[in-house]
C-alpha cells in the first residue's frame, strides 16, 4: 500500500536555528499538508498547498514558516529561526483526486533545545 | 463545522466489542462523519467514512442514526493493539479541506 514518509524521525536543533522537514507524499496525490502535535496535545492544523500555492494556513503558521514543493516529490516545511515551542510532532498529510482521506506520514520529532 | 462530543477515554477488554459514540447535533445536510485513528508517536489514520445508516469496512462498522446527530464507531473483537486515540470527525467532503482535531477518545484495551 502506497504511503506518505517523512526524513528525519527526529531533529534535535538548537533554538534559533533553521530546519526543514521533509515528506515524501503518495505519488499521484494533488493536496498536502503539514500538521502537528505537540506532547499531550491535540493534532493542530499548520497549512494546506495545492497547485503551487498554499490554500489555507492557520494562525500557527507565521512568518517563520514557509513550505515548497521543490520538484515532483518532496513537500518540505521550513522553520526559520526555531524557538523552544516549536518542539513537537511534525505530520504530513496528502489527499488525492479519488479520494477524500488524507493518508499522514508517520511524523517528525522536533526537539528545540 | 459541527461540533462533535466525545468520551475523553473509554477501557476495554480484548476480545470485547467497542462502540464509541460521537454526538454532533448541529450537523449540517451535507456534512459527512469521519473517523480517525491514532496509535501513540504515530500518524492519525483514516478509519471510515459514512453519510447515513451503516458503513462496514474490514477495521470497523460506523451506525448513523436517521436524525443523524450522533454516530457509533463500533470495533468488533478489539485487541491490545487497538489502543489508540480515536477522533470523531463532521465536515463537508472537500480534498482539500484542512482537518479540525479534537481531543478524541482514548481507547485503553486491558489484558
Known amino acids: 500500500e502506497p504511503e506518505v514518509t517523512q526524513t528525519p524521525s527526529h531533529q534535535v536543533t538548537q533554538m534559533g536555528q533553521e530546519v526543514i522537514l521533509r515528506c515524501v507524499p503518495i505519488?499521484?496525490?494533488?493536496?498536502f499538508y503539514w500538521y502537528r502535535q505537540i506532547l499531550g496535545q491535540k493534532v493542530e492544523f499548520l497549512v494546506s498547498f495545492y497547485n503551487n500555492e498554499i490554500s489555507e494556513k492557520s494562525e500557527i503558521f507565521d512568518d517563520q514558516f514557509s513550505v515548497e514543493r521543490p520538484d515532483g516529490s518532496n513537500f518540505t516545511l521550513k522553520i526559520r529561526s526555531t524557538k523552544l515551542e516549536d518542539s513537537a510532532m511534525y505530520f504530513c498529510?496528502?489527499?488525492?483526486?479519488?479520494?477524500?482521506?488524507?493518508?499522514f506520514g508517520p511524523g517528525t520529532r522536533l526537539t528545540v533545545t | 463545522l459541527a461540533k462533535t462530543t466525545q468520551p475523553i477515554s473509554m477501557d476495554s477488554y480484548e476480545g470485547q466489542e467497542v462502540n464509541i459514540t460521537c454526538s454532533h447535533n448541529?450537523?449540517?445536510?451535507?456534512?459527512?462523519i469521519t473517523w480517525y485513528q491514532q496509535f501513540p508517536s504515530q500518524g492519525p489514520r483514516f478509519i471510515i467514512q459514512g453519510y447515513k445508516t451503516k458503513v462496514t469496512n474490514e477495521v470497523a462498522s460506523l451506525f448513523i442514526p436517521a436524525d443523524r446527530k450522533s454516530s457509533t464507531l463500533s470495533l468488533p473483537r478489539v485487541s491490545l493493539s487497538d489502543t489508540a486515540v480515536y477522533y470523531c470527525?463532521?465536515?463537508?467532503?472537500?480534498?482539500?479541506?484542512?482537518?479540525?482535531f479534537g481531543k478524541g477518545t482514548r481507547l485503553h484495551i486491558l489484558p
Open positions: 505519488s499521484n496525490h494533488l493536496y
Open positions: 498529510a496528502s489527499t488525492g483526486s479519488d479520494s477524500y482521506e488524507q493518508y
Open positions: 470527525l463532521v465536515g463537508e467532503r472537500n480534498r482539500d479541506d484542512k482537518i479540525i
Open positions: 448541529n450537523i449540517a445536510t451535507n456534512d459527512y
